[in-house]
């Protein structure tokens, strides 16, 4: 495949990803995708393994966690589990689970409850003032 058409093939996909929203398809497959972008599934398997560095499902969890982080900070809201499987496109609660720690490094919960902290958390400057020199 020519490096234009690859091009052309990651535009297709990002469109695909960001407007149309695939992602959010429990059903979608690499199979599904290529269908959706008119190429190969052989060589959408390619584009991806050499552009991002990872293989399709791999690729497609990292987009579902990242979408879903981009929609929990942008609302400033705390889903619960099923809504966070529904809003990202995962079917299973332990993939969906191995996907949102191995990205973020804890758990759902334990994200909440960082991102929480780290919103409510205050630094209290203090001036040193000499109050008898005045």
Same mark, same amino acid.
């Given at each position: 495949?020519? =490096?234009? $058409?690859?091009?052309?093939?990651?535009?297709?996909?990002? +469109?695909? %990803?960001?407007?149309? @929203?695939?992602?959010?398809?429990?059903?979608?497959?690499?199979?599904?995708?290529?269908?959706?972008?008119?190429?190969?599934?052989?060589?959408?398997?390619?584009?991806?393994?050499?552009?991002?560095?990872?293989?399709?499902?791999?690729? =497609?969890? $990292?987009?579902?966690?990242?979408?879903?982080?981009?929609? +929990?900070? %942008?609302?400033?809201? @705390?889903?619960?589990?099923?809504?966070?499987?529904?809003?990202?496109?995962?079917?299973?609660?332990?993939?969906?689970?191995?996907?949102?720690?191995?990205?973020?490094?804890?758990?759902?919960?334990?994200?909440?409850?960082?991102?929480?902290?780290?919103?409510?958390?205050?630094?209290?400057?203090?001036?040193?003032?000499?109050?008898?020199?005045?």
């Amino acid at each position: 495949m020519e =490096l234009e $058409e690859q091009e052309d093939v990651i535009f297709k996909l990002n +469109i695909a %990803l960001d407007f149309k @929203q695939v992602y959010k398809d429990p059903d979608l497959s690499l199979t599904k995708l290529a269908a959706l972008l008119g190429v190969h599934y052989g060589n959408l398997s390619k584009i991806i393994k050499n552009k991002y560095g990872v293989g399709f499902r791999k690729f =497609l969890n $990292e987009i579902r966690i990242k979408k879903l982080l981009d929609k +929990i900070q %942008l609302e400033a809201t @705390q889903p619960n589990v099923e809504q966070c499987m529904e809003i990202s496109g995962f079917k299973s609660r332990v993939t969906f689970f191995n996907a949102f720690r191995s990205q973020t490094g804890t758990s759902l919960s334990g994200y909440y409850k960082k991102d929480f902290q780290s919103k409510n958390s205050k630094v209290i400057i203090f001036d040193s003032v000499d109050q008898e020199g005045k």
